[in-house]
């Protein structure tokens, strides 16, 4: 039976991955019956499902293969959940209608598992004419609130909390808002957030030329492009958002450029994907596959690495059939053009076990030879699955050899792509492995860095108790077992001692044979100079990378974990903890003080009763709740997901007189009506009018059709000495930031954001 080599990495099996009764009883009695099950789960679609469960099992034995974690915990189960990680949701329509059709979309792919990803530029600017309600719009940004006050209303499977991504084009007009939005740490807590940088803008930056900030065809306004690059680098430098996408390399070097536009990519960018494209994960350990580690021999068997990528993929595209999907138009993407995304984890392990310093010139090379191998092992495999089960509907020969990574494959894999067709349109990716690699021991995660070589947490005992245990790096652990108390070599390198460009040169050697995109974070030190931190993401453009994510320590999201090779070195007076608090949503309590108001429409026989409850923050009355309630059961539906919508929205704080706009603004084609000697355009909007006087009413606003009295911001509480983030699931500080993705060190929980 395989032991698990930390006490956190069985923690994390149980919670995340280990199948149970619904009264908690172990089904998996062991992570031998976990990788049964996925095994036999995935190889069901197989002529001879026998002799696939045995190879699939195989694969995963000893963590050799790691699939994505809704893989794990959802395969072989009969839960109504996706395997698919991540999607990328449909263009949001610029109607109030089509709009909130995408909010509930998104919600039902939260609620079976997956992450979502959403590309605003499609809405209308703020202060745009809405033509037939004689109102301006509020932008997309304001629409971002509401994604994200549904997102944390939902519980993803699996205890996962919801993750978005959002993307906004750089020459749409509301840019600066939308760059500026996570500033408050208050908001969008549930986002990341991107601009989507074209190549045109680049060029327009390097030139320091004008640039037009445009909306379907009309000029908004013009504005230097430098400064708007400025702009980015300056709010990212500030607060670690939002991340660059190179959105026209990504689209230019799709193998499915003739078929598909890209817009957005999942929460964690390494799925670049289209309109309700999916995101399908998992992951070669490489830290698993060395020979003779520490040895000047040591390497990876090329047959060995052929043989698992071989194996993976044919798992991994039986995913697609074995799968439930959220919504039919997702099921459709991905059985049109059945994209996988292959990558890695534990290539800093690996390096290390080579001898090979991460970021060198040595590490590049090997890491790029790797990838290269897998890219050509995947790309037969895929071949040689179309011939066996066919290519995918939408393949086109001419046109997929014509572009993207085809175009760099050796002429033989092309033959066989030309003879048979390719079963998987695109078959790489790098993602963050974070709880995955932990459950496989602490490897690295990803193509990232060593993080730290080691750092205590505390481990529940049976008898209730806690104890520290040290959790060790899956290399740092087999040099100990090897050489015991023996100094580290030079090759043992973490994050905290690369330079950025370091991190980049990795990256880029990895995107050479990536077909989708990485996600990778650059860790860059708390005072590095501005316009250093700026030019790292003009190297990263330059190196041929499809985005740049980089974090530095910062007021707004803290630090990511102090470890304690660091912090033994420093004096005992520096060793304490900053702590940035963010804002929660509102806690409620037992009684609550408010009004409920009748409103009669015309053209309904029963009234609807409005009632609004109110809390008290820092001496000033806000609005806390909604609820709505009539005979009429024809409104019952919409009126629950309204109130509980709008609810989520008044408990997470700060400036929700956007609400009220929003719902005044909505027009019912079938007319609205005279209320009071007012015209109405429709029920919603006559309901917006009455949480607009009540607002009015209790002083949260100045008058009706006006804004805030004052703008309720989070409060920031600091303590002196060095930042840190409290993990939201255990409270405890030893949160890192990995791969876009924050990650406790104490509890295992992750969430990118």
Known sequence: MTRFTAPIAEQIWDMKYRLKASDGTPLDVSIED??????????????????????????????????????????????????FNCFVMGTIPDSMSGIFDMLKEAAVTMQHGGGIGYDFSTIRPNGAAVAGVGADASGPVSFMDVWDAMCRTIMSAGSRRGAMMATMRCDHPDIEEFIAAKSDPARLRNFNVSVLVTDGFMDAVKADRSWRLVFDGTVYRTVAARDLWNRIMRST??????????????????????????????????????????????????????????????????????????????????????????????????????????????????????????????????????????????????????????????????????????????????????????????????????????????????????FAFSYTRKVLQKDGTKSDEEVVDYAVQMWRDRFGDRELPDCFVNAQTLLPEHHVRMQAAAQNWVDSSISKTINCPENIEFDAFADVYMKAFESGCKGCTTYRPNEVTGSVLSVSEASESLPQADRGAEVVYISEPLERPQALEGNTYKLKWPDSEHAIYITLNDIAVNGRRRPFEVFINSKNMEHYAWTVALTRMISAVFRRGGDVSFVVEELKAVFDPRGGAWVNGQYIPSILAAIGGVIEGHLVAIGFLQGKGMGLKSDPKASIARLGGRRSRACSSCGSLEVQMMEGCLTCANCGYSKCG
């Open 34 to 83: 976990t990788w049964r099950r996925v095994a036999k789960a995935l190889a069901a679609v197989e002529r001879e499902p026998a002799a696939w469960e045995s190879e699939f099992y195989q694969a995963l034995e000893d963590f050799r293969f790691l699939p994505a974690g809704r893989i794990m915990a959802g395969a072989g189960t009969d839960r109504a959940v996706t395997l």
């Open 237 to 450: 430098y500030d607060y670690a958002e939002p991340g660059v996408i190179f959105i026209d390399r990504i689209n230019g070097s799709n193998n499915l450029a003739y078929c598909e536009t890209v817009s957005a990519t999942n929460p964690c960018g390494e799925q670049p994907l289209p309109p309700y494209g999916a995101c399908l994960l998992g992951s070669v350990n490489l830290a698993r596959l060395v020979d003779s580690p520490f040895e000047t021999d040591a390497g990876i068997c090329d047959s060995a690495l052929d043989g698992l990528v071989t194996t993976a993929v044919r798992m991994m595209d039986n995913v697609v059939d074995v799968s439930r999907f959220p919504l039919e138009a997702q099921a459709n993407e991905a059985r049109a053009k059945r994209r996988i995304g292959l990558g890695v984890t534990g290539l800093a392990d690996a390096l290390i076990m080579c001898g090979l310093n991460y970021g060198s010139e040595e590490a590049t090379h090997q890491t790029e030879r790797w990838l290269r191998r897998i890219a050509h092992s995947a790309y037969r495999a895929s071949a040689r699955l179309a011939a066996e089960k066919g290519a995918f509907p939408l393949f086109d020969a001419d046109a997929y050899l014509a572009g993207g990574l085809l175009r760099h494959l050796d002429e033989d894999v092309r033959d066989l792509i030309r003879q048979n067709g390719i079963r998987n349109a695109l078959l790489t990716s790098i993602a963050p492995t974070g709880t995955i690699s932990l459950c496989a021991g602490n490897v690295s995660s990803g193509i990232e860095p060593v």
